[in-house]
């Protein structure tokens, strides 16, 4: 007979920071002046909790896994057996039974009053007695009744890792408030590999009262996947790649998948001074629907400017190109202040106000409140950019510059910023040009603060120089994998290291993962195999609807000997696995991006001769030779706010439904890139699919998805559009003082560095003395570290003493390349740089020995090794 339900705790509690037993390690993350106050709770708790007479599961019609689902069964202290109390953070709270019951006499009930951050939940006990076991690869329905005054209401999930011990996992659902009693049911995710048991319970994280009872969870009996191939047993194993017989018309290097389908492909001059100097710039819109290109008129030079998609659809444009390095070098290159929005309906560019520094290379990054944060870039002087600029959602403009906070920092060029959980940024070390700032290679701004913390880790900083950096599926994992790079002052051969940090951790750093599969290199002569750490730069990283990344393309130097691999990495196991390679070379200037049809394009190369590669790639991954494909049959429209419930009708079971974030790249970068899980509710039919939008706006910013399902063989279906979040900038902002936040990354091990001195600009190129270097060094956001010597190149790492802007030739030659100008122009022609006149600044690589003022002209070569003479004209 079940005893009396005991009251509720008798006292209020109010503990800032107190943390669930057993689980310092992962969501419940707080700052170490917290645990102190915590500590004796957390004794009481874990006593407790060691005392727990486990009773026998309870009845119920389905194979239910929860014990003691209706608490119905006392424990050794005031909490039902197999039940603890958990939470975080700075409130009042009451957790413990009550007699407001669905059935039996008990139920449970939270309360908080006076939230200023955190969470508060009944869970099931992370211990082997009380947690249930589960499958890997399994799935399970979980089911609970609930009242609740606020809809601050969340199934939170936690799973034990047999390596790592009890993790944060998953928020499943964001339950409405409901007066009275209300189910919820809502499928797990596919469980991951290395898990053995999981935990769950109800998360009240806003001022209120939940009561919740007869908790349920019951395995899937999911399809078994039944293998098929419709290709060639390779083109199943590998993918295959098309070259389309329709070249791209512009020579484009920011590439934009619009909402109606289309891509939106940005060249201006294209990197061509010949083009600027005729003011000739352009854009294209491809439609994969017929395969035709619209050249679309450009009013502005926006060779490596800055993008990102606003909340309703549209693409801003951010700076650009306001000249090119002077034959003197008296400059390098010039950003402008100028902006744009593209409009998909129109086609057409619109003027916005002027941000308040030149930004040639910048970062643009959405919010969860829909305003847009750009860093870094050279200015109109060709000195580097420490202005922040935001874009105002709400006024549809750039702020000016009192209303942004400043660290007056420069991050480098296009840096690659994420947007965490928490609103902070990430700067995963990511970049193009030069060497990794600042500070260990990757940190945490925190805007609102204005701070920045650096994270440990990222190895060989700077070298990730044209790296790709990619959150990895699903956005609420919160990890990110960055790959290769080299860096273009120093030209090495490019690395194969990986690197993979989870911001989940309360003071996350990078750690090593698995290197980078290698291909064929064109060192010239045509593909050989890649040796020793031989990797790539300039490499795309693509999100998949599969919930894998793609990695293609790149070149083992700077704008030179293109690499032809491309793999697919598995963020359940961190691994990658070959496919099939590009046909076409990717280097300098290329991109490669999802389309809604589950297929990925390539564009570009640019390589050091000035050249260009029109063609156009399409690969089909592996996942579309393997039968046919799930269809989305019906959806609840098309527009979905946060926390919300929307229907789907599919024509079949499926296991995965997520949201993917249109690409929006250029120069391996776009940090905005992101795949979002739908937890799902599936009704016993298997076809007609309730998905659980995230409630936390910094998840999902604000914009237009591709809602992509996923069956249990791995095939997805084709996306269907949906436009996520209001675009009312109040509505934004509501959304985000609701959001479940978790405290993650709370308790990093680095000091924070507040603002610097003001300065205008960071000093960058041949411009930059010992002096400015040493002055720049600490306000760069470098903290203590060594600072470098001053820069001796251009940010491009083309020594522009020789040729137009659109020649590369390299300020630092490989190290295999002997350095007599025979050997040099040797390499140089074999990649297609013939003779270049000098430009007047000298001749720095001394490649014009008989002083005729052509470098590599043929008296150069007989004045140092007249055999090489012949040997040169036979190529």
């Known amino acids: 007979m079940s005893a009396p339900p005991a009251p509720p705790v008798s006292a209020v509690l109010r503990i800032p920071g107190a943390a669930p037993p057993g689980a310092a390690h992962r969501t419940h993350r707080v700052r170490r002046v917290r645990r102190a106050l915590a500590a004796p709770l957390l004794i009481a708790l874990v006593a407790a909790s060691a005392l727990l007479a486990v009773p026998p599961r309870e009845a119920a019609a389905e194979p239910n896994l929860v014990t003691n689902p209706g608490f119905e069964t006392p424990g050794a202290g005031d909490m039902p057996a197999c039940w603890s109390r958990a939470g975080w953070g700075d409130h009042d709270f009451t957790i413990g039974p009550t007699g407001d019951a669905h059935s039996g006499t008990t139920a449970m009930e939270v309360t908080l009053a006076n939230r200023e951050s955190g969470d508060r939940k009944a869970l099931i006990t992370e211990s082997t007695e009380c947690a249930p076991t589960v499958a890997e690869g399994a799935q399970y329905d979980l089911s609970v009744y609930y009242k609740a005054t606020t809809p601050s209401v969340a199934i939170t999930l936690f799973r034990h890792d047999t390596d790592l011990g009890w993790q944060y996992w998953t928020d499943v659902s964001t339950l409405p408030a409901a007066a009275d009693w209300e189910q919820a049911l809502v499928r797990t995710p596919v469980v991951p590999p290395g898990t053995d048991r999981i935990s769950w319970g109800v998360s009240l994280f806003g001022d209120g009262t939940l009561v919740t009872d007869d908790y349920a969870m019951v395995p899937v009996e999911a399809p078994a996947p039944d293998p098929v191939c419709t290709g060639t047993a390779q083109e199943c194993a590998e993918g295959a790649w098309d070259v389309l017989p329709v070249d ?210 990222l190895r060989a900083k700077d070298e990730r120089d044209q790296s790709a950096s990619v959150l990895l599926p699903p956005a609420q994992d919160q990890r990110v994998l960055t790959i290769g790079g080299g860096n273009i002052n120093t030209n090495p051969e490019a690395n194969r290291l990986t690197d993979i940090i989870d911001l989940k951790e309360p003071s996350p750093g990078y750690r090593p993962g698995p290197p980078l599969p290698q291909g064929t290199v064109d060192l010239g002569a045509g593909p050989v195999p890649q040796t020793g750490d031989q990797g790539k730069m300039y490499v795309s990283a693509v999100l998949l609807p599969d919930g894998t990344v793609l990695e293609t393309g790149g070149a083992l130097h700077n704008r030179a000997d293109p690499v032809f691999s491309a793999s697919v990495f ?297 055999r090489d003479h012949l040997h040169l004209h036979r190529h």
């Open 570 to 866: 598995d963020p359940t196991t961190d691994t990658f696995t070959p496919v099939a390679a590009d046909p076409e070379a990717r280097g300098y200037h290329s991109s490669a991006f999802l389309l809604p049809d589950g297929r990925v394009m390539a564009t570009g190369d640019n390589p050091g001769d000035g050249s260009w590669n029109h063609k156009v790639s399409v690969y089909s991954p592996p996942y579309l030779f393997q039968g046919d494909r799930p269809e989305i049959v019906s959806v609840d429209g098309n527009e979905w706010e946060y926390g919300e419930t929307r229907a789907i009708t599919v024509d079949r079971p499926i296991t995965r439904a997520a949201l993917i974030r249109p690409a929006a790249v250029t120069h391996s970068s776009d940090p905005n890139q992101r795949f979002v899980d739908l937890p799902m509710t599936v009704a016993p039919n298997g076809t007609d699919i309730d998905l659980h939008v995230t409630g936390n706006p910094n998840l999902a910013p604000p914009g237009w998805y591709m809602l992509f399902t996923v069956d249990a063989n791995g095939v997805p279906s084709e996306a269907e559009w949906v436009r996520v979040g209001e675009t009312d900038a109040q509505a934004l902002a509501a959304a985000l003082e609701a959001a479940h936040v978790h405290d993650f990354a709370d308790d990093l091990d680095a000091e924070p560095r507040g603002p610097e001195p003001y300065r205008e600009s960071a000093p960058v190129g041949p411009a930059a003395d010992a002096a400015d270097a040493e002055r720049a060094g600490p306000a760069d956001g470098a903290g203590d570290r060594e600072v470098p010597e001053s820069p001796t190149v251009g940010v491009t790492g083309c020594e522009r003493a020789y040729g137009d802007a659109g020649v590369c030739v390299p300020a630092v030659f490989p190290e295999s390349v002997p350095p007599t100008p025979a050997e040099r122009c040797s390499w140089l022609r074999e990649r297609g740089i013939e003779e270049q006149p000098l430009n007047g600044g000298g001749d720095p690589l001394g490649l014009d020995p008989d002083g005729d003022g052509v470098a590599c002209g043929a008296g150069d070569l007989r004045v140092s090794h007249p």
């Open 248 to 457: 791209n018309p512009v020579r484009s290097m920011h590439s934009v998948v619009l909402h109606n389908g289309k891509v939106l492909l940005i060249a201006g001059s294209g990197n061509d001074e010949d083009m600027f100097a005729a003011g000739t710039f352009t854009s294209a819109v491809y439609d994969p629907a017929d395969g035709s290109y619209t050249v679309i008129p450009t009013p502005v030079d926006m060779f490596c400017a800055g993008h990102v998609q606003l909340a309703d659809g549209r693409v801003l444009v951010m700076s650009g190109n306001r000249a090119y390095p002077a034959p003197d070098g008296s400059h390098d290159y010039q950003g402008f202040r100028d902006s744009y929005i593209f409009d998909p309906d129109t086609e057409t560019y619109i003027r916005t106000n002027d941000m308040n520094d030149g930004h040639w290379y910048p970062s643009a990054t959405i919010l969860g409140n829909g305003d847009v944060l750009s860093f870094g870039g050279l200015r109109e002087d060709s000195t580097g950019s420490v202005t922040a600029e935001r874009w105002s959602h709400e006024h549809e403009e750039w702020l000016p510059l009192h209303r942004v906070n400043q660290t007056w920092s420069f991050w480098g060029l296009y840096p690659a910023m994420i947007l965490m959980q928490d609103g902070r940024l990430f700067y995963s070390g990511s970049h193009v040009f030069g060497d990794g700032l600042p500070g260990t290679g990757a940190s945490i701004h925190d805007h609102d603060a204005n701070t920045i913390t650096d994270v440990p880790g």
